[in-house]
Nanobody
Framework: QVQLVESGGGLVQAGGSLRLSCAAS????????MGWFRQVPGKERDFVAAINWAGAGTNYADPVKGRFTISRDNAKNTVYLQMNNLTPEDTAVYYC?????????????????WGQGTQVTVSS
């Protein structure tokens, strides 16, 4: 079992930056691939970024490539999402997910655990 708690969301102007954190706890947290997804009302949860258990492999959705960076600190059992050059289209609830697997995945059905989400709002 893995428990996830996101933090770091908020309101930012377009062009600004935010860093999201996802604190993981549980027996297998450090060996789990982790991912970030986002969801706006009335739409499905979309893949944003993922990182493998060691932090050596990552994957990004096209809309965020070059602007967002996913990283992890296994000593702290924490995954981060650094978001730069934010646009209003990035406004969403951001969710952290963990897999019972070491390798990255882009489908939400491949993730076994989820946090409660953190709101990110980008004003124009």
């Amino acid at each position: 079992q893995v428990q996830l708690v996101e933090s770091g969301g908020g309101l930012v102007q377009a062009g600004g930056s935010l860093r999201l954190s996802c604190a993981a706890s549980g027996r297998t947290a450090s060996s789990s691939a982790m991912g970030w997804f986002r969801q706006v009302p009335g739409k499905e949860r979309d893949f944003v970024a993922a990182i493998n258990w060691a932090g050596a492999g990552t994957n990004y959705a096209d809309p965020v490539k070059g602007r967002f960076t996913i990283s992890r600190d296994n000593a702290k059992n924490t995954v981060y999402l650094q978001m730069n050059n934010l646009t209003p289209e990035d406004t969403a609830v951001y969710y952290c997910g963990a897999r019972n697997n070491r390798w990255v995945a882009v489908r939400q059905n491949d993730y076994n655990y989820w946090g409660q989400g953190t709101q990110v709002t980008v004003s124009s």
